[in-house]
């Protein structure tokens, strides 16, 4: 069996593999958001309340991409409506830009602090392995959804607004204490993070549809 059936349309949409998707995305992003749990209290307590919707990035992010994998399964087909086809295009968008922002952002960041002297225990393993996946999901997916550029356009928008908000009143997600004094370079790389991260989704989900009208050849996107 070639490695190139585990990223065909066939195997990503399967039922089993989508029902797995399902049983790993729902009780991890419930568990995300009880990661935040601290933050989230000391948030609304010291904060604005408003701002305590920009807290708790990557569950968020495995929630939008849960969304729009459960709607791609359930209704496969454009939607009739153009609102409807507009939210779906902006949840897909931002479930894919934020997916692999967070992904690697998370990852780097543990391994900045483990540079520096934070340990690298079981649990660190755990949200290295998880993140990875988040982001390399998104893009194995992106080819299948339906959002346009204006729904990217979007994503990008919010996305570089939480990093404004994140940054501005330090309601970033907590760091290794090693990574105290970093904290204008860990803002200057989550910034452009999300400018790659925009591109990374822009691509995947592009990129396979004008391959195919290049070449002629028929593609498992359904666009």
């Known amino acids: 069996m070639s ?9 990503l949409m399967s039922p089993s593999l989508l029902w797995l998707m399902m049983l790993i995305y729902i009780p991890g992003t419930v568990y995300g958001y009880y990661w935040y749990k601290d933050q ?23 929630l939008w991409f849960a969304l729009a994998v459960l709607w791609l399964w359930l209704s496969p087909d454009r939607p009739r409506g153009n609102w409807v ?9 931002l479930g894919v830009v934020t997916s692999v922002k967070y992904g690697i952002w998370a990852t780097a960041i543990i ?7 934070s340990s690298l225990d079981a649990a660190s393993w755990m949200l290295i392995i998880g993140h990875s996946a988040m982001a390399v999901c998104a893009l194995l997916y992106a080819r299948f959804f339906r959002f346009g550029g204006m729904a990217l356009l979007a994503a990008a928008a919010w996305t570089f607004l939480n990093d404004t908000v994140d940054y501005t009143f330090h309601v970033f997600p907590y760091l290794p204490y090693q990574l105290d004094d970093d904290l204008t370079a860990i803002c ?5 993070l999300t400018a790659f991260s925009v591109m990374a989704a ?17 593609s498992d996107n359904p666009v």
Request: charged share 15%.
């Open 3 to 11: 490695w190139r059936y585990f990223i065909s349309r066939n195997f």
């Open 40 to 62: 989230l209290i000391a948030t609304w307590q010291e904060h604005p309340h408003w701002q305590i919707v920009f807290v708790p990035d990557s569950p968020t992010a495995s």
């Open 85 to 93: 086809a507009g939210v779906r295009g902006v949840i897909e968008a």
């Open 111 to 117: 391994f900045a602090g483990y540079a520096q002297g």
């Open 188 to 192: 200057i790389f989550t910034f452009l």
């Open 202 to 218: 822009g691509l995947a989900r592009f990129l396979p549809r004008s391959s195919r009208y290049m070449t002629g050849k028929p």
